[in-house]
């Protein structure tokens, strides 16, 4: 999303965060980290971390990948909160209410899939000129 900000000019806020305890503090799978690099990204010092309350007013659009993590950012969203909630791939046109896959636990040809289906969703979010311009 940091690309796609960049590439059209927009100013920002961009994070990430997990709804889950799980790898906490550490660097995203080797696995994505290949696949980052090979698109020019380094993504070595990226660590994870929690969704916070704080989120729900810091940015405007909090992204879930999959409709289990929408449904657990909708209970944790605080209801004086103007944060739009979406899953990635609403944003992509005839893909709306798709999950992005977690490749976790398959083969490493699914990173690249994720890969594809988060760069079409961030570009598709970059186009409606979500931030201001310099």
Known sequence: MRREAELRGLILDIDSAATGHWNLGEAPDPRARVIASRQGLDASTLRARLVTEDDFFRFDHIIAMDRSHLAILRQMQPRQSKSCLSLML??????????????????????????????????ALAQTNLGPRP
């Open 90 to 123: 609403d944003h992509v046109p005839n893909r709306a209410g798709q999950d992005v896959i977690d490749p976790y636990y398959g083969p490493d040809e699914g990173f690249v899939t994720t890969w594809e289906d988060v760069e079409a969703g961030c570009a």
